[in-house]
């Protein structure tokens, strides 16, 4: 089977042009196959912000009401989403930006309200593999945000970790998928403030005990969930690392955290 | 020759939910193969008020800073975009969001800054074909924002009217083009205030004699003017009408203005 990474850009990178182009400029280098998935939350808080738009997280997750979705909408799909794609094609490449809505291909269904109402959140339910497979056979990259429809025709909002996760769930059946978590660390740290304290490899029996003994970022537990959840389902590989060195992960040895079922 | 109905939705009808709604409605009856194209001005507009961002509009176009860039590709490729996309879905039609960034479908050249420098405009040079004919020869929808992207890799915001008849004419080799301004208003009117002085059909001439005796609205003049470009170029119908009145173009009598050569 073939190679295809998924690489979910994430955290600060989005919003730095210099790490951005960067990450693009690796991408147009190693001539893979790709899928690029974003969000854009800090953006979205900005924005937020500057509109007294009021904004509640619970668990690391948005609530997100009309007025968030509006914003999710503008920030995920057309601001960030354009601009990678633009990035893309600034460095030859061709792109197509996707939300879960065009060509259906990420259905989701809304978050059942009872216990907490996260407003319009969907957790994903179906991920079109097709629509991918035709783009990347033509090597042409989709760029994914974070917006997911659901089979009524709703707009919800989705955890870009998870769509990744989703999505190279999806493409395990016909490709050799490899799932890169970038971000602005090293990768998962045994001090967060300490850049050189990098955990190389993670098994999941060092997750539990990490867990436990509370080791471990309360923002990284749900990461590295999906991280391991993904393996469980046919991804060959996991891996959380620092946007900067995703050239390094092309060329050479292979930088961050690997997150490994055993 | 099979027929190709390109619907350029503006004005009030992108804001306005039942309107959005009525003409989505229309086209997923007509089962015919369509282009959707839309901007969103007056969005942005709101927009940047309440970021106080300044907005200045020269001759019916607006002068596009850095800011103002982001409002538009927010608001048109994300905010807009998505909605239509999202909508079409719920008519159990499917739909896929273009920018012409995506697969650098429409490319455009930053316009000379020398006489009135408009920031970051992009004139269209080039519409890529194969890409509109690839999806609707599969029944899918192209929703097309008005945000281009040029040689180097840059978003640029372009005329939504412009741009509908620059695919228009691009794809009028292969289809039977009709190039369909919908609006807010029922059609060119003798009198703008008055919504039964409307004039059923314009020739070049009656064009040109408007013009000099001033009985036509400036708002009017470039769309007329871009409508009578997409005509000389093969464009097989173009036409100025009601949004709500699209149903009717479908089934029954032709609605609003018929813009004519001869």
Tied chains: 1, 2.
Excluded: W
Aim: one cysteine or more.
């Amino acid at each position: 089977m073939e190679d295809l990474i998924i690489i979910k850009i994430g955290g600060e990178t989005i919003n730095n042009k210099e790490t951005l182009k960067t990450c693009l400029r690796a991408i147009a280098a190693a001539r893979q196959k790709v899928i690029l998935v974003h969000g854009g939350g800090k953006k979205v808080t900005e924005l937020a912000q500057k509109l007294f738009i009021p904004q509640q997280m619970v668990e690391g997750r948005r609530i997100t009401s009309a007025e968030t979705l509006e914003l999710c909408t503008m920030v995920y799909a057309g601001l960030i989403n354009k601009n990678i794609v633009a990035g893309l094609s600034a460095e030859k490449l061709v792109a197509i930006g996707l939300s879960g809505a065009d060509l259906n291909c990420i259905v989701s269904k809304k978050r059942d309200a009872s216990v907490i109402n996260y407003g319009f959140v969907g957790d994903i339910v179906k991920v079109d593999e097709t629509v991918f497979e035709n783009f990347i056979d033509k090597n042409i990259i989709p760029v994914v945000n974070s917006i997911s429809i659901s089979e009524e025709g709703e707009l919800l909002n989705t955890n870009a970790d998870v769509m990744a996760a989703e999505i190279a769930k999806a493409m395990s059946a016909n490709y050799k998928v490899h799932l890169l978590y970038c971000f602005e660390k090293n990768g998962v740290l045994k001090d967060i403030t300490d850049e050189s304290s990098l955990i190389p490899e993670i098994s999941k029996t060092d997750f539990t005990h990490m867990k436990e003994t509370k080791q471990i970022a309360d923002g990284m537990i749900p990461k590295l969930q999906t991280a391991f959840r993904a393996l469980y389902h046919g991804v060959e590989e996991a891996r959380i690392l620092k946007s900067d060195a995703l050239e390094n992960y092309f060329t050479s040895e292979k930088p961050g955290t690997n997150i490994s079922l055993h």
